[in-house]
């Protein structure tokens, strides 16, 4: 694959011979040069912030929303008063946050972006 050096930044295809991408017609770039793999790198560092981003309000919701619906339980109250009187709902914030830690590690393993150039290497090489 070292030839296939013609890169289309649209879809992350790789061809031999520059021209149009053979599967979405955008104009190939040059991957030889630094600026075209520069530009490569920081389409996926994007897309890869974005979907962190929105991954952490969706861990958010995920944490709180159990929880809320937990107090609406008949008893919920009394029982947390017997068992474990924290002040300041600590313990209901620590449940929020477990919940929350553990669905954005889910998300990480199974709702991370894949890479449009998984063969650029973290020195911004061709492989
Ligand atoms: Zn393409």
């Not at 991408?21 to 040059?30: F, H, T, V, W, Y």
């Not at 998300?107 to 650029?120: D, H, N, Q, S």
Request: net charge positive; charged share 20%; proline share 3%.
């Amino acid at each position: 694959m070292a030839s296939a050096t013609w890169i289309c930044v649209e879809c992350g295809a790789r061809q031999t011979e520059a021209g149009r991408c053979s599967r979405c017609q955008a104009e190939l770039l040059d991957g030889r040069l630094a600026n075209v793999r520069e530009l490569m790198a920081d389409i996926d560092l994007r897309a890869a912030l974005k979907r962190e981003s929105s991954n952490r309000m969706i861990a958010v919701a995920v944490g709180i929303l159990p929880v809320i619906v937990l107090w609406m339980v008949p008893g919920y109250w009394a029982t947390r008063r017997e068992l474990f009187a924290v002040p300041m709902l600590a313990d209901q914030w620590a449940l929020m946050i477990g919940i929350a830690l553990v669905a954005t590690k889910g998300l990480e393993r199974y709702a991370g972006v894949a890479k449009r150039f998984p063969y650029l290497d973290d020195n911004q090489q061709l492989t």
